[in-house]
């Protein structure tokens, strides 16, 4: 059920004054070389943790991702989401929160604009792979055996070469951050040995009718809730735009070639907030003549089940109070689908804190 205090908080500050979405300032993204972290490990893990602690998103360079990789999977993913919605259907999520399989506008309470289908997928083809690789028991709470596509045939085989070397980057970031933070070498690695982290691409495109109100979004205001996201987007209009505290929405424009990656909600309250969850949002082209499919590829990088997630009491300063309540992985995932299934909205949340805080604005 719908919360009417959060329904009548957005209805009364409708009027508030916003910034024309398509006016923003361009975003200072900072961009990092991680192949430096072999030759200036201090160097690089600072510039890392002071564009996290600062703008909450970096562009990160010298990753070891094969160009023709990146490419190959966007292809692969495009030729599956021009597929006739019929047959894409057949593999749909059986739940649009634990993401596995094609979620398709209209499903899933302020998850889907009219304008976001997603593939989605996790390391293990199956549960049974998973627990016999040393998951908890429970993970099939979490996670369905994989829904792959009948078609584009090689569609499988690229997404898990793709995701192993996204995994890869994440591991070398994790370090990175260790050491950015000042926490000992390997302090994360205990808390992400058996990740339930997931692969997506978005695919935006204005071929599916969801019968929801037209926004300019393409995807709402939102925080991601895992440790940390590494993003590919692909260039074109509609663009991501992130919200910088008390300056407002900035584009983060596409550097070819390079990984967007944004703090989530878990390293944020990791670190009391010395990191920053960067709330951010996908806007449609002004011009339906420019409209084009756009697709991104995150990879929501989240810790065990068994991981206990709260401020790390080596980072907090003196004098200062943890912020937030202590969560393990499962419990965190518990709260996302309880927050799915009670119909909570993230841009109806976002609203909220916008109309009480204008510096959100
Ligand atoms: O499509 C994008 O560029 C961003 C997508 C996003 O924020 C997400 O999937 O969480
Ligand atoms: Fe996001």
Known sequence: MVNKMTNNAVTNNAAIDRPDPYAVPDAEVPIVDLS??????????????????????????????DADLIQRFFAISEEFFRLPLEEKLKFRSPNDLLFQGYAC??????????????????K????ADAIANGYPADVG???????????????????????????????????????????ADGWFAPHVKFSPSTLAANYYSNDIDS???????????????????????????????????????RNVVPVPGTFVVNIGELMARWTNDKLRA???????????????????????????????IGP????????????????????????????????????????EREAADPTLR
């Not at 293990?124 to 549960?127: A, E, I, L, N, R």
């Not at 300063?317 to 965190?332: F, I, L, N, Q, S």
């Open 36 to 65: 430096t972290f072999d030759t200036d490990p201090d160097g690089l893990s600072k510039a890392l943790c002071d564009a996290c602690a600062t703008v909450g998103f970096v562009s990160v360079a010298g990753h070891g991702v």
């Open 105 to 122: 506008p209209g499903t899933g309470p302020g998850f889907h604009t009219s304008e976001r289908q997603s593939f989605n997928v996790f």
């Open 124 to 127: 293990f083809d199956t549960v």
């Open 141 to 183: 709470a979490v996670f369905y055996d994989a829904i792959w596509p009948e078609r584009p045939a090689e569609f499988p085989a690229i997404w898990r070469e793709y995701y192993a070397a996204i995994e890869h980057i994440a591991s070398r970031l994790l370090r990175a951050f260790e050491r950015g933070l000042g926490l």
């Open 211 to 249: 019968g929801h109100e037209p926004s300019p979004f393409r995807f709402p205001a939102h925080t991601d809730e895992d440790i940390f996201t590494i993003l590919y987007q692909d260039e074109g209009p509609g663009s991501l735009q992130l919200h910088q505290r008390g300056e407002g929405w």
């Open 278 to 308: 960067t709330p951010h949002r996908v806007l449609a082209p002004k011009n339906p003549a420019e409209e084009r499919p756009r697709m991104s590829a995150p990879f929501f990088f989240k810790p065990d089940l068994d991981a206990v």
């Open 312 to 351: 790390i009491p080596e980072l907090l300063d003196a004098g200062e109070e943890p912020r937030y309540e202590t969560y393990t992985g499962r419990g965190w995932l518990r709260r996302a689908q309880e927050n799915i299934d009670s119909g909570y909205d993230t841009s109806k949340q976002f609203a």
